[in-house]
């Protein structure tokens, strides 16, 4: 198998786990707290934090976190995360066409 198999397949499998193209899709929006990403979303905190641990050891997101009273916690996406944008939209226009 060629290495361009073995890449877009990795790259796929990771875009293919459910809500991780959802989760980039917000974020995209620009960043994001916790409670506002489960209420868009309408998933669960405790699946939510998982795959945003999982996105942030794949280095998509980051956590950035700001010593506010409260604290003020914000996911946002990395540049590599960011170059998911062209294809987060093609798969978007792509629905919309033939979903």
């Given at each position: 198998?060629?290495?361009?198999?073995?890449?877009?397949?990795?790259?796929?499998?990771?875009?293919?786990?459910?809500?991780?193209?959802?989760?980039?899709?917000?974020?995209?929006?620009?960043?994001?707290?916790?409670?506002?990403?489960?209420?868009?979303?309408?998933?669960?905190?405790?699946?939510?934090?998982?795959?945003?641990?999982?996105?942030?050891?794949?280095?998509?997101?980051?956590?950035?976190?700001?010593?506010?009273?409260?604290?003020?916690?914000?996911?946002?996406?990395?540049?590599?995360?960011?170059?998911?944008?062209?294809?987060i939209?093609a798969?978007?226009?792509?629905?919309?066409?033939?979903?």
């Open positions: 198998m060629s290495q361009i198999c073995v890449k877009f397949e990795s790259a796929s499998k990771i875009l293919s786990k459910r809500w991780v193209g959802l989760i980039i899709h917000q974020l995209l929006e620009g960043p994001k707290r916790f409670n506002q990403l489960e209420s868009e979303l309408n998933i669960s905190g405790k699946v939510l934090s998982e795959k945003l641990k999982e996105l942030e050891a794949l280095d998509l997101i980051k956590r950035d976190v700001y010593p506010t009273t409260p604290v003020k916690v914000e996911y946002s996406l990395t540049k590599k995360g960011e170059g998911l944008d062209p294809v939209k798969i978007e226009v792509w629905s919309q066409n033939w979903i």
